[in-house]
Structure formats: C-alpha cells, structure tokens
C-alpha cells in the first residue's frame, strides 16, 4: 500500500488516506465494469492522432499556426487543436456514454471539467503535453491519456511520438514501456535527489519562494519539461521526484497513475492525495518511492 504522506507535527493523529487510489476516501464508488473496452484499440487511438494530427507537423509549424493562449509561454497549435478532436472523437466511439475532458475543449469552456465529478467514465486528454518543446522542434513532448471515474483513475497511456516510447499503466496491474514492466526503485544512497518542479516562466513568486526550498544540500532541482515524461522518468528511475505548483487534471492524472503502478508515490503539502478534480492543497509530489516524497514535501510544507 502507498500511503499518503505526512507532513504534519508528530503530535497530529489524524489519520492518513491511501495515495495509490489518488482521491480522498470519501469518494466510495464502485469500479465500473470495463471488460468490454480493448485497451489495445485505446492505445491504437492514441498512436494514430499522433500521426494523422501531431507528427505531419513536427518541425513544419508555420506562424499563423502558433497561438498564444494566456501569454506568451502557453501556447497552443494547430496540432493540439486538431489531435484533441481527434481523440475525442475515437476515445468515445470505443466508450459510448464517455465524456471527454481535453485541455483545448476546457479552455474554451470551463464547464467541461465538471465532467469530474459525474458519475460518467472521463477520459482526461492533453494532445500534446510539452507545446513549448513542439514550437520549437524538440522531441520532448507527449500525448497524454488518462481514463478516470468519480476522481479514480483506472488507465492511462503516455505517448512520446517523437521518440517513439508508449508508456501504459492499469490500476492494480502495473506500468509497462513499450511492453516493458517498469520500476522505480529507489534513489542511490547519498546521492543528491533530482527533482523537476515548476518552470518558473509558470510561477508567480510565492510559488517560486517555496520551492526554492528545494535548493539545499542534497536535492538538485531543476526546471521541467514535458510534465508527463516528467512522470515517465520518475517510473523508469531516471528521475527522483517531482514538486508541481499546478493541478491541471491533463497534465497529471495520466502520469501519477505511471507512477504509482511502478511503485512509487505521490502526495500534497497537506499530508493527503493528489485529487485530480482539483482543490488541492499546493505544491504537491510524485517519488519514486515514499521516503523520498516525504522528504519532498517536508521541505516544501516547511516553506509554505
């Protein structure tokens, strides 16, 4: 069991909640049956957005291509746009009844995330998790996808096209790297923790304030990337930890599942789980293993 993490004084006795079912224990629903959906066809879906709407565009992006969303570091292309319909289209053919909660259909109308607290299966899309690295030709982008229920997630797939890695995970059944089963492990012993937080081109300064904490004896932080292979790195042992000052349920949900199935862990600066529908307490964690998000988040929590 991966329990949620405590950061609070020792005198505190309330009791935690288990992080590797990434909602609070009040949400008591059901797992819906999902004998009839083929995992297979998802992942299928997922490769072929990629290559009808997201490659054909690597590298050959034009001007009137690029926008800018909220200013001049969220930007959005005609490939996100294009692989988002893309997908919600194919992901709900395969689930009908499913509703899609994508990062372009939500900014272009916010109600789209109270799909997280129906009782419908969602899936949760970013088409392409890492614009800023696509803009500019580098590789390091992903599409992320992640099928979730009441705040459960169930399934995810994390697609790094460019580099061709397909990473799957399944609640209770593990993570695999193109078919490989994936570990986390455990940081050497003695050697500085590496840690991806927040780039700070998306963080206002009291944000940047708390997690300078991380800049101390022992921990290497350093800005991140594409957040999903962020996650992929944590659960392939490349990475030790993350510490995100954000919540977007796109950016997130596909990956702390990766993480959790490889065997890691994950937890806020209150001591409890990630919710993916948000109001989270911030900034938050994914390890690779427990000792080390505890140490994450004792630091930040300390800053707060």
């Not at 299966?121 to 599409?143: S, Y």
């Not at 700070?200 to 594409?226: E, N």
Request: hydrophobic share 45%; proline share 6%; with cysteine.
């Amino acid at each position: 069991m991966i329990e949620a993490l405590d950061t609070r004084n020792p005198g505190d006795t309330t009791e935690l909640t288990d992080a590797a079912t990434l909602t609070p224990p009040t949400v008591a629903a059901a797992a819906p049956d999902l004998s009839g959906l083929d995992l297979a066809a998802v992942e299928a879906a997922v490769r072929q957005a990629a290559a009808d709407e997201i490659m054909p565009r690597f590298r050959q992006l034009a001007a009137e291509d690029i926008v800018q969303k909220n200013g001049p570091h969220d930007l959005v292309t005609i490939a996100d746009r294009s692989a988002e319909e893309h997908l919600t289209a194919a992901l709900t053919a395969l689930l009908p009844g499913s509703r899609v909660v994508g990062e372009e259909a939500v900014h272009a109308d916010p109600t789209v995330l109270d799909a997280l607290h129906g009782d419908s299966l969602v899936w949760i899309v970013d088409p392409v998790d890492g614009t800023r690295q696509f803009v500019h030709g580098d590789p390091g982008f992903a599409t992320l996808v992640a099928l979730a229920h009441r705040g459960e997630v169930l399934a995810s797939w994390t697609y790094a096209p460019a580099l061709d890695q397909m990473a799957v995970a399944r609640r209770g059944a593990g993570a695999r790297l193109n078919g490989e089963r994936l570990t986390a492990g455990h940081p050497a012993p003695g050697a500085d923790l590496e840690v991806a937080t927040s780039h700070p081109d998306f963080t206002t300064d009291d944000q940047k304030r708390v997690l300078a904490a991380l800049q101390t004896p022992g921990i290497a932080p350093r800005p991140c990337g594409s957040a999903g292979l962020e996650y992929l790195h944590i659960a392939l042992g490349r990475l030790d930890a993350t510490a995100f000052s954000w919540e977007n349920s796109w950016d997130h949900a596909a990956g702390l599942l990766l993480v959790h199935e490889a065997g890691g862990a994950s937890g806020t600066v209150a001591g409890a789980p990630f919710r993916i529908q948000g109001g989270n307490a911030l900034p938050f964690t994914a390890a690779r293993d427990a000792e080390t998000a505890r140490r994450i988040l004792g630091l930040l929590a300390d800053a707060n």
